[in-house]
């Protein structure tokens, strides 16, 4: 069983920053791939990135790549999503999640956070 607790979201204008956080616990954390979905106003969940159990090997959606940047530290139980340059059609509640493998779908992923919101304004 793994419990994943999001942070690090808020309002933010067009063109900045924020870091998401996403906290574990469980014996059986770094055992996961994990990665990040979100789910904007009125449309169904998405993928953004995915990370592999050692942290060597990550997947990200086509929109945001070059600007979202997925990492893990295991020591401390932590996944990350850096977000810079931040458009208004990233708005959206973003999870975290715990999964089988590097997966796209939702469904390949058992273990899911609260969310977090972020808000870019623009």
């Known amino acids: 069983q793994v419990q994943l607790v999001e942070s690090g979201g808020g309002l933010v204008q067009a063109g900045g920053s924020l870091r998401l956080s996403c906290a574990a616990s469980g014996r059986a954390y770094s055992s996961y791939p994990m990665g990040w979905f979100r789910q904007p106003p009125g449309k169904e969940r998405e993928f953004v990135a995915a990370i592999n159990r050692s942290g060597g090997n990550t997947y990200n959606q086509d929109s945001v790549k070059g600007r979202f940047t997925i990492s893990r530290d295991n020591a401390k139980n932590t996944v990350y999503l850096q977000m810079n340059n931040l458009k208004a059609e990233d708005t959206a509640v973003y999870y975290c999640?715990?999964?089988?493998?590097?997966?796209?779908?939702?469904?390949?992923?058992?273990?899911w956070g609260q969310g977090t919101q972020v808000t870019v304004s623009s």
């Open positions: 999640a715990a999964g089988y493998g590097l997966g796209l779908r939702a469904d390949e992923y058992a273990y």
